[in-house]
């Protein structure tokens, strides 16, 4: 079996590539990182380091790689032959890769006609249908026929802690134990891809929103009060008690909706907060609060993990989650130089005030409650600075 997986990054050799290469495929990793592409060729293997309460090492092996750009056509006779596509670039690379694939599909239609499964591995609701869309965009009309014949593009929720890299080592790849990848089947042709671990689902609304709503909204209020805070990394923010109570505030607001939305068990729920919490302390990590702040226009958006969870909240409860506005106003003040969206952002707020940036990155109308409780908390951190 071959999977071709777009990403050489920390989840993609950290978790999707590690994952993929114990379920017996054989990976080919596509990335425009050239040293990363040169080493993964040069050794076919790197290790995984898993920092737990014991640190244990693994060995991914029999892997190899292509740069998209300069090996095109490489990647484009990989994808014909593959049985699996999956991607972990960053939502935003989305459409600058869907080109590639879309040829690498016509391609395969000219040779065989044997299913293939596409499976993009971002933080997003429906992030393989949007890649569908881009690829489908770069499909002549027949490819789009075959397409909907013979590929099956599975939504997913991937759930691994996988921090920048500071290894000597540029392909050891230092992750947390805990790893979860649930993968919706109503897509599947025939039947479904063999991945050791992966938890097939019917329906992937409830798991994501789960994931999203929980993992990376704790994630991002940690994150960006901790950085008002000054601190440098998610397990210093999350020692901070004020912020601890407030992500703690935050994960009781949103779980109140998973809990009504989606008939997830009270005693349940409560229980995957603890462990989201416990990973987000795990001494044995150290994450960057940059890396999991970073891109704060993306992480307004409207079905993001901040803005989302608020508004539906506002919506089942009919009250403001005081939690959340905290964190989404602790967003609008993440001014990181070496984040273009925090300066783009900021851009936006200066010319049009926080209200101009709800509305045109939230979807928020300065009517929604959310606004005013947003409104209130930015003007109290400006005095406190926290
Ligand atoms: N790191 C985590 O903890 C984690 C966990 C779950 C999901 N994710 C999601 O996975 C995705 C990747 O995150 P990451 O943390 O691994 O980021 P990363 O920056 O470490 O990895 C992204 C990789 O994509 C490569 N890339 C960029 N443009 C490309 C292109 N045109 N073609 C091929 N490769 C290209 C980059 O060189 C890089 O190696 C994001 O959507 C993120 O939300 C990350
Ligand atoms: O990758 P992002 O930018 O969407 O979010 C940053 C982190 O919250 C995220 O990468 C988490 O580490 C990950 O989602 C855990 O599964």
Redesign the pocket.
Known sequence: MRAVHFGAG??GRGFIGSLLAASGYDVVFVDVNEQIVRLLKERGEYRVIVAGERREEQWVRGVSALNSQTEREAVIEAIADADLVTTAV??HILPAIAPVIAAGLERRFTVHQKPLHVIAC???IGGTETLKTHVFAHLSTAGQQLADEKVGFLNCA??????NQTNDDPLAVTVEPFF?WTIETRNVIGTVPPIQGAHFVADLEPYIER??FT??TG??LA?YLGYLRNYKTVQEAMNDEGIRLNVEQALSESGAVLVKKHGWHEEEHRSYIKTTIG?FTNPSLS?DIV?????PI??LGPND?LIAPATQYCTLFGSVPAGLAKGIAALLRFDDASDAEAAALQQTIAHHGIEGALRQYAGLESAHPLVAAVREEYGRMEKNKS
């Open positions: 920390n989840i960053g939502p971002e933080n997003m991937v759930d691994r802690i996988v921090p979860e994931k999203l993992v990376n994630h991002a994150a990973r994450d890396r999991v702040a970073r891109s993306r992480k993990r």
